[in-house]
């Protein structure tokens, strides 16, 4: 503790803290996506890259680009990894980050440290400081972020920098970079209309603006209006843009990919391409896959099965419950948030609970040390399959997202196979849009505003009422309850809001201690947020 100018006691700042505190200066609205990305101020951009000596390293610096709406993410993911296995020195810039700020910056595949983070940070910050003005502000959040990505992939000398596009590609900050080796744009489709347009060829115009110049570029099968306004901005720029083809399961040799889901052979497949073409345009001919169709190379096959993404259909059983009750509270997370993403993390989630119900003589694994989807261990035979699962729904989203969209593609296409959820939780995020680090998270206090909490529970019940065809008011089978923080929550029939997530896990782990013959499987979507504080919860 150090002491206050009053002579109070005030809770002593860590130097990683301090840097987080500062980075959380730069957030200059209280919600998640920066209007910054309509090309305000664009120009900046450059004058911050003059200040900080980057216009040199990043001339040279081999970069992917990769943009899209959804399968961004899991595309870089897949190709930091064959690259890394081909022998190479990785940079891998992404987002959201889940937990930890530094998850955005990988250096081979890992996060970077603590110690070199704060080197970099405070370079980087404090010769910002000192050389902006009213002119030339400080950058915001994200463009600060993406500034920092380049120092600490040239100060590292990385072999490839691949960056994954924050939101839109043409006004992104990513988009300093004017010569990448390679760009991708992976599936597109309904998100941040309020920023880039309301039809998909709106949004893939967006998307298109990281196109370069003659630099070839690769996409996946798209929708005919998006494909259209990406063939279009193509050929304006002289790019040579190729549809890379789904991937062969069969490529694999028998193993799966790292990622789980069926749609990641479509971003797999984007990734292949991505890597051929950066090691063929940089000179190393010893990995050429694209004019070989019937094969990979051994280093591609380990990079796409070894491959590791956290919150995108991944699976982790309580660290509390497990040590009791091996495997009676699972959490199925992914960060899906459009209604695409929704169909497939609903089919994702279905069939992987059949698999583990199916799985007769495994159980789960206490520590979650791989961030992978693969977590069993053999204990316990036979112990598991003896009891009866219950799937629940654990849920948030940005108020911008439409829940008559999401929340209906989710119940359909769980219904489809089977999947009906007992009880849907909804609950507000820990984390805040203005504040970064473990030590941001909002007061308790008894004016948390539950209205769209509220909101997204109305639109379950009325999709449940619908379903079996009553048509009386949702209201009828609800009840105010006070809970642990003496707030006044709603429980109906089929579902329950909470004041706050640990509130409604403690609700889960009491709900598994009083029905000790029932498997929970809880979904946790909607947001990538609630994803990452759902993590930090039950990885404790």
């Not at 110690?115 to 000192?130: G, I, N, S």
């Not at 805040?432 to 505003?449: C, F, L, N, T």
Request: aromatic content about 8%.
């Amino acid at each position: 503790m150090e002491e206050g100018g009053d002579g109070s006691q005030k809770p002593s700042v860590t130097p990683y803290e301090e840097a987080l505190d500062a980075l959380s200066s730069l957030i200059t609205k209280r919600s998640r996506a920066d209007k910054s990305n309509k090309g305000d101020r664009f120009d900046l951009l450059f004058d911050y890259i003059k200040i900080l000596e980057l216009e040199e390293p990043l001339s040279k610096m081999k970069i992917i680009h990769v943009a899209g709406t959804k399968g961004k993410g899991s595309t870089c993911t897949f190709s930091e990894s064959i690259l890394r296995n081909c022998g190479f020195r990785t940079g891998l810039f992404t987002s959201p980050h889940l937990i930890d700020i530094r998850e955005r910056f990988r250096l081979d595949g890992v996060d970077i440290c603590e110690e070199k983070f704060l080197a970099y940070f405070w370079w980087c910050y404090d010769r910002l400081k000192e050389n902006t003005n009213e002119d030339v502000p400080m950058p915001t959040y994200f463009r600060f972020l993406a500034l920092l990505a380049f120092k600490i992939f040239a100060a590292e000398q990385v072999d490839v920098a691949i960056l994954e596009v924050g939101l839109g590609g043409k006004f992104d900050a990513t988009n300093l970079v004017q010569a990448p080796i390679v760009c991708g744009i992976a599936s597109l489709g309904y998100d941040h209309m309020e920023i880039l347009g309301n039809t998909l060829g709106e949004i893939a115009g967006e998307k298109a603006g990281i196109f370069k110049h003659g630099v070839p570029a690769f996409t996946v099968p798209q929708p005919d209006e998006a494909m259209h306004v990406l063939e279009e901005k193509a050929s304006q720029l002289d790019v040579h843009l190729q549809v890379a083809p789904p991937l062969v399961a069969d490529l694999l040799n028998g193993l799966k990919l790292g990622l789980e889901g069926e749609h990641q052979y479509l971003n797999a497949g984007l990734a292949v391409a991505l890597c051929s073409t950066w090691l063929q345009r940089t000179g190393h001919l010893e990995f050429n896959y694209l004019e070989r169709t019937s094969s990979l190379p051994e280093q591609f096959i380990k990079g796409l099965t070894a491959a590791s993404f956290q919150g995108r259909a991944q699976i982790v059983p309580d660290q509390r419950v497990d040590i009791e009750s091996p495997g009676d509270l699972v959490f199925y997370l992914d960060g899906a948030h459009s209604p695409e993403s929704m169909e497939v993390c609903a089919g994702w989630f279905s069939l992987a609970i059949k698999e583990d119900s199916q799985q007769q003589n495994l159980n789960y694994q206490p520590q979650d040390n791989s961030g992978s989807s693969h977590e069993f261990i053999q204990r316990n035979p036979g112990e598991i399959s003896r009891k009866n699962s219950t799937q629940i729904l654990l849920f948030n989203c940005m108020s911008v997202r439409d829940p008559q969209l999401l929340l209906p593609h989710l119940m359909k296409t769980c219904a489809n196979h089977g999947v009906h959820f007992k009880k849907a939780l909804f609950v507000p995020n820990i984390s805040v849009y203005y504040k970064v680090g473990s030590h941001a998270s909002p007061p308790i206090d008894s004016q948390v505003d539950l209205s769209w909490q509220f909101n997204l529970q109305r639109v379950w019940e009325n999709l449940m009422e619908g379903n079996k065809g009553d048509a009386k008011s949702v209201d009828d089978d609800c009840e105010e309850v006070k809970d642990a923080t003496k707030l006044s929550v709603k429980s109906c029939e089929n579902s329950a809001v909470f004041s706050s997530l640990p509130i409604a896990i403690k609700w889960l782990r009491d709900t598994v201690q009083q029905n000790q013959s029932t498997r929970f499987q809880v979904l946790v979507t909607g947001s990538l947020h609630l994803v990452g504080d759902v993590l930090k919860l039950v990885k404790k």
